[in-house]
């Protein structure tokens, strides 16, 4: 599967933005889906996750409560609502998956992720 993540932008301190993306096959409903980001100098981080049928959701804890990961099997689309976005939300994101072969998988994980999609910038002015 291919994966294309876009929507990215500017927006100021307590914004909203949601980014989405786009997947390229039909079997979307197999694979868990995450975002990570990664921020000028730091590495790269895992921010949300959900599970194949999109009950099953993790967040860090830098973002509970305030972002949102869903995901549209019909769509074979992922997205992410961000609210009260916080200058330190800076960063490029990047949405990833893995086939969902067993749920003991931590979703959590970077090193589990073997698909990635090019990252979509998401920049919070202050």
């Known amino acids: 599967v291919q994966l294309q993540a876009y929507g990215g932008g500017l927006v100021q301190t307590g914004g909203s933005l949601r980014i989405s993306c786009a997947a390229s096959r039909r079997t979307f409903n197999t694979y868990v889906m995450g975002w990570f980001r990664q921020a000028p100098g730091k590495e790269r981080e895992f921010v949300a996750a959900i599970g194949r049928g999109g009950v099953v959701r993790h967040y860090a804890d830098s973002v509970k409560g305030r972002f949102t990961i869903s995901r549209d099997n019909n769509k074979s689309a992922a997205y992410l609502l961000m609210n009260t976005l916080k200058p330190e939300d800076t960063a490029v994101y990047y949405c990833?998956?893995?086939?969902?072969?067993?749920?003991?998988?931590?979703?959590?994980?970077?090193?589990?992720?073997?698909?990635w999609g090019q990252g979509t910038l998401v920049t919070v002015s202050s």
């Open positions: 990833a998956a893995f086939y969902g072969r067993s749920p003991q998988i931590n979703s959590q994980d970077i090193n589990n992720y073997d698909l």
